[in-house]
Nanobody, 115 residues
């Protein structure tokens, strides 16, 4: 049974940093493509970052390139998203995702960027 549990969200001022984490059970994070999505109020869910299962290659949405870093900790079986130089437009619920015969999602963690 696959479970994803996000943590680490919160309120931060513009220009600040946050690190959100996704604890995964039921499958090894280094054998699956792991994704971070976000959904802002009134907007569709969008892919923010992904780390590929085959070669570990990483991709980012243009809006977060140079500011966000996705990583995985194989020993802890977690996937992390380090977010720097945060902007008000980054305010959203952040979700961890993996596809294994179906899409699995965590419950999400709220990130609010505001002064």
């Amino acid at each position: 049974q696959v479970q994803l549990v996000e943590s680490g969200g919160g309120l931060v001022q513009p220009g600040g940093s946050l690190r959100v984490s996704c604890a995964v059970s039921g499958l090894p994070v280094d054998e699956f493509t792991m994704n971070w999505f976000r959904q802002a109020p009134g907007k569709e869910r969008e892919l923010v970052a992904a780390i590929d299962r085959l070669d570990g290659s990483i991709s980012y949405a243009n809006s977060v390139k140079g500011r966000f870093t996705i990583s995985r900790d194989n020993a802890k079986n977690t996937v992390n998203l380090q977010m720097n130089n945060l902007k008000p437009d980054d305010t959203a619920i952040y979700y961890c995702n993996v596809y294994y015969f179906t899409d699995y999602w965590g419950q999400g963690t709220q990130v609010t960027v505001s002064s």
